[in-house]
């Protein structure tokens, strides 16, 4: 338990946000699309963490056990253990290089997790839900997973017949062996049941439907949850038979229990109850390849255990490159180190947050990336550019509205408007501003809460273009000419201009400064460089201070040159057309 965690446990009793990604296999490189499971979990957690009253606790992890990962070590012609400690090496790599804040990183391997899964399994087994049997049929060793030979097919392949999943398209090999059993159809009522009275558990509404409808169908069959020591060797050991080894999605789903220090606190006179100040229940956020593990298996291992459900599952969409899921047989894998080493940490974290949403499959396009950080660089950047040179003075126009010297800019607006037809769009522009601005918090945690990032991000967008308009049409820099022009100017006229100039000046900067603060769950880097310009104090970049004047204490300096851009334009290295 980090110490972070511990010293919430003792400050406050309101319950964590708990969010975890799928743990990931580590039997190849981490890729955008384990990058994209991390990111929603992470932009989630930090978004909560925006809120000084709020907590939340994000995991991430590695899958290491299983058939998969053995036959790639066997590949390789290395041990296991070098294969995933390597590996879950790149993983961790990729979490730390592109700033994924989470709080623990487990392994399976890690000794609390054995430990965990033992206790689980020796709990299902005194409730008798664990029996041996025996078992044959279709096994996929990349899905891990056994296919009903209904859902398989014959092809060629190579000039050799083989037989693959219709739904993962991946090889399956006949298996006859025994294997432990675990009782999913006893639990098949009382989750329909819990499904019915909770439509909000798998998002979006279409997955919640489809698990919905296969369980109301579809009688489940009992799962098996081991495989025999002499053919599955790297997994964890069935507690007092070492002829039988633990089948990798039993052990892999516990993970996120381990993380909350289950079944320390948990158990009372002999019943689970949740302590307040736990972890659980997490809101998982998984790939829709993994729905019937954690919105069928998951959850019903836990109604046989007595432990309350998740609080939500998450179910994301993938993304595509060149019009296929990536793979490393198709050779259209993206990597996220290489092209984040290229374009920067935070644009490609918000290129991914700005261009996907859960429900549909995302197109990657090296091009839309480009285009996606052009925007950063030209409409984001440039209005703290416009606002940030020698020509104005963003502390003076702090000043300005500390002292109250704006309380009746729409009479200056009027009175001293250069082209008088615009005076109505400016006058209208910047209270919507304002407005927007001062809902923008609001606005956008509706959708974060939901998990609709796309939203968010155009909400944030509409507060930019908005203030790079009013900054357009107003044209205060014309007011800095007429200053140094000319010299017959009387002190109110002189005072008034500086008024109009300080308050434009001002609402860019809280555009800029509000809308820093806010995108800091995406943009962890970029932001901060951003609020260090204004000169914002690190303690008041939270939600407490995203009203217009909630801070009027920031910019001293940031109107010195000594600044570089935050951001620096980049030669485009692909060609101009969009990927298919
Ligand atoms: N180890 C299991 C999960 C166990 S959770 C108790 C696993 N691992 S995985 O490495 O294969 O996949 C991890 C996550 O990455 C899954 O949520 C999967 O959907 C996601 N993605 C894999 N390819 C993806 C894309 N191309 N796009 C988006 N996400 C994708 O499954």
């Known amino acids: 338990m980090t110490l972070r965690y511990s010293l919430f446990k003792r400050l406050k009793s309101t319950k964590p946000f708990y969010v975890t990604t799928p743990i990931f296999y580590v039997n190849a490189s981490p890729h955008i699309g384990h990058l994209y499971s991390m990111l929603i979990a992470d932009t989630r957690s930090r978004w909560e963490k925006l809120n000084p009253n709020k907590f939340s606790y994000m995991l991430t992890g590695t899958d290491e056990h299983g058939l998969k990962i053995q036959t790639a070590a066997e590949k390789q012609g290395i041990d296991p253990k070098v294969l995933v400690d390597r590996v879950t090496g790149n993983f961790k790599e990729l979490s730390n290089k592109l700033d994924i804040n989470y709080d623990r990183f487990i392994r399976t391997t890690d000794k609390d997790h054995v430990n965990l899964t033992h206790y689980f399994w020796n709990v299902m087994e005194e409730k008798g839900f664990i029996e041996k049997g025996s078992h044959s049929g279709w096994y996929c060793v990349s899905d891990e997973t056994f296919y009903p030979e209904a859902n398989t097919e014959e092809i060629e392949k190579d000039g050799k017949k083989i037989?693959?999943?219709?739904?993962?398209?991946?090889?399956?090999?006949?298996?006859?062996?025994?294997?432990?059993?675990?009782?999913?159809?006893?639990?098949?009522?009382?989750?329909?049941?819990?499904?019915?009275?909770?439509?909000?558990?798998?998002?979006?509404?279409?997955?919640?439907?489809?698990?919905?409808?296969?369980?109301?169908?579809?009688?489940?069959?009992?799962?098996?949850?081991?495989?025999?020591?002499?053919?599955?060797?790297?997994?964890?050991?069935?507690?007092?038979?070492?002829?039988?080894?633990?089948?990798?999605?039993?052990?892999?789903?516990?993970?996120?229990?381990?993380?909350?220090?289950?079944?320390?606190?948990?158990?009372?006179?002999?019943?689970?109850?949740?302590?307040?100040?736990?972890?659980?229940?997490?809101?998982?956020?998984?790939?829709?390849?993994?729905?019937?593990?954690?919105?069928?298996?998951?959850?019903?291992?836990?109604?046989?255990?007595?432990?309350?459900?998740?609080?939500?599952?998450?179910?994301?969409?993938?993304?595509?490159?060149?019009?296929?899921?990536?793979?490393?047989?198709?050779?259209?894998?993206?990597?996220?180190?290489?092209?984040?080493?290229?374009?920067?940490?935070?644009?490609?974290?918000?290129?991914?947050?700005?261009?996907?949403?859960?429900?549909?499959?995302?197109?990657?396009?090296?091009?839309?990336?480009?285009?996606?950080?052009?925007?950063?660089?030209?409409?984001?950047?440039?209005?703290?550019?416009?606002?940030?040179?020698?020509?104005?003075?963003?502390?003076?126009?702090?000043?300005?509205?500390?002292?109250?010297?704006?309380?009746?800019?729409?009479?200056?607006?009027?009175?001293?408007?250069?082209?008088?037809?615009?005076?109505?769009s400016i006058l209208q522009l910047s209270t919507d501003l304002q407005d927007d601005i001062n809902n923008l918090y609001t606005q956008m945690d509706e959708k974060i809460i939901n998990f609709d990032y796309i939203r968010a991000v155009q909400t944030w967008w509409q507060v930019i273009n908005q203030a790079n308009q009013l900054f357009q049409i107003s044209e205060p820099w014309l007011y800095i000419r007429a200053l140094k022009s000319s010299s017959g100017l009387d002190d109110k006229t002189i005072e008034d201009y500086k008024k109009l100039i300080n308050y434009y000046v001002f609402l860019c900067s809280e555009t800029i400064r509000i809308s820093s603060i806010l995108i800091q769950p995406i943009m962890p880097n970029l932001s901060k460089d951003i609020l260090d310009r204004l000169n914002i104090d690190i303690n008041m970049r939270n939600s407490d201070y995203v009203k217009i004047g909630a801070d009027l204490n920031y910019g001293d300096g940031a109107n010195s040159n000594k600044h570089k851009l935050p951001l620096q334009k980049l030669q485009p290295r692909v060609s101009d057309k969009i990927d298919d």
């Not at 369980?215 to 060797?233: A, C, E, G, W």
């Not at 047989?329 to 080493?341: A, H, Y």
Request: proline share 5%.
């Open 163 to 424: 037989r693959i999943s219709s739904e993962s398209e991946n090889e399956v090999v006949y298996q006859e062996e025994t294997n432990y059993f675990f009782k999913l159809s006893a639990f098949q009522d009382q989750l329909v049941q819990y499904l019915q009275n909770n439509p909000d558990f798998i998002k979006p509404q279409h997955r919640y439907k489809f698990i919905l409808n296969e369980l109301m169908t579809t009688k489940l069959p009992d799962l098996s949850i081991s495989r025999p020591s002499s053919r599955l060797k790297w997994s964890i050991e069935v507690p007092n038979d070492p002829s039988q080894k633990i089948y990798v999605w039993f052990d892999a789903l516990l993970n996120y229990l381990t993380a909350t220090g289950f079944p320390n606190g948990f158990l009372q006179d002999s019943k689970y109850i949740t302590p307040e100040d736990n972890l659980w229940p997490a809101t998982h956020i998984i790939g829709k390849d993994i729905i019937r593990f954690h919105c069928i298996y998951w959850p019903i291992f836990l109604l046989a255990a007595g432990i309350d459900l998740p609080k939500q599952v998450i179910v994301h969409s993938h993304w595509l490159c060149e019009g296929f899921k990536m793979s490393k047989s198709l050779g259209n894998v993206v990597d996220p180190i290489e092209i984040s080493e290229y374009y920067g940490i935070d644009p490609v974290r918000f290129f991914l947050m700005e261009n996907s949403n859960i429900e549909d499959d995302c197109k990657f396009s090296e091009t839309l990336l480009e285009r996606s950080r052009d925007s950063l660089l030209g409409k984001y950047c440039n209005l703290l550019t416009r606002i940030g040179g020698g020509k104005f003075d963003i502390r003076e126009s702090v000043e300005y509205c500390k002292k109250g010297k704006f309380d009746d800019i729409s009479q200056l607006i009027q009175n001293y408007s250069l082209k008088k037809d615009i005076v109505p």
